[in-house]
């Protein structure tokens, strides 16, 4: 008896698109910022202070004491681990963006499940912000390479296994292939 090829089992179990309900959850320039600098920025200072070091302020040191012109992280020299002293030189324009000018709002889409679960449980704003705080400096990063057009940083949670989010990321890795153009 012949067996289903691999591929046509493993493609049976993908989920489509069309039949996901996501539902969105936006959190404004002001929420992010004050996340960014009053709960990540000061962590990271009490983490400074008990332990001598963080390691994201080492990353970011490192990146910034790059000596050639391929330098993406600018750190003012002297000052402390902080927003407003670090600068990124934008992908789009070249031009020195300062981390701490940089708005943008997260939008989370999730299953429509989710968001009763955490409003039923009483925890959606503490799991937004942990889950928030864990990306932000991935966010930051990304945000502040771009001047135009990266005011909107949109996350998807979904609950599948690793094969299927492999294959939904190939998906859309094959989609956008050679179509990127120079700004």
Request: with cysteine; hydrophobic share 40%; glycine share 4%.
């Amino acid at each position: 008896m012949m067996s289903t090829p691999q591929h046509v089992r493993y493609a049976a179990k993908m989920p489509l698109m069309s039949s996901c309900e996501l539902e969105m959850m936006e959190f404004s320039a002001s929420k992010i910022e004050t996340l960014r600098d009053d709960v990540l920025f000061e962590k990271e200072r009490l983490t400074i202070e008990q332990h001598g070091f963080s390691p994201f302020e080492r990353w970011y040191c490192a990146i910034a004491s790059v000596q050639n012109r391929q330098r993406t992280i600018a750190w003012k020299t002297g000052k402390s681990f902080a927003s407003e002293n670090l600068f990124f030189h934008t992908i789009d324009m070249g031009r020195l963006l300062p981390m701490s000018l940089t708005d943008f709002r997260v939008q989370i889409y999730t299953a429509k499940g989710l968001w009763a679960y955490m409003e039923h449980y009483g925890n959606t704003e503490s799991w937004t912000n942990i889950m928030i705080l864990r990306l932000m400096h991935h966010m930051l990063v990304f945000r502040n390479m771009h001047d135009f057009d990266g005011g909107d940083i949109p996350i998807i949670c979904i609950d599948w296994e690793k094969e299927l989010v492999d294959a939904a990321m190939d998906y859309w890795v094959n989609l956008s292939a050679n179509r990127w153009t120079k700004c």
